[in-house]
């Protein structure tokens, strides 16, 4: 799963910390969804996308392979 977390949180101007901080998790955990090493759950998912004001598809794309 292809996403744009990063460039999400740096438009933003949050550090990985902050926006773990908003969400709930770990800053490892936003460090590996950025990596594409974590696939994120649906309310993670959700939530991280009310942080950045977007649609969930917006930030989160399926690939081929998924």
Do not use: C, H
């Not at 759950?41 to 991280?48: H, P, R, V």
């Amino acid at each position: 799963m292809k996403n744009t977390v990063k460039i999400q949180r740096v438009i933003k101007g949050l550090t990985q910390e902050l926006l773990a901080n908003k969400i709930g998790v770990s800053r490892q955990t936003i460090n590996s969804i950025e990596n594409n090493r974590y696939v994120p759950s649906t309310i993670l998912a959700l939530k991280i996308s009310k942080v950045f004001d977007k649609n969930v598809n917006e930030i989160f794309e399926l690939e081929e392979e998924d």
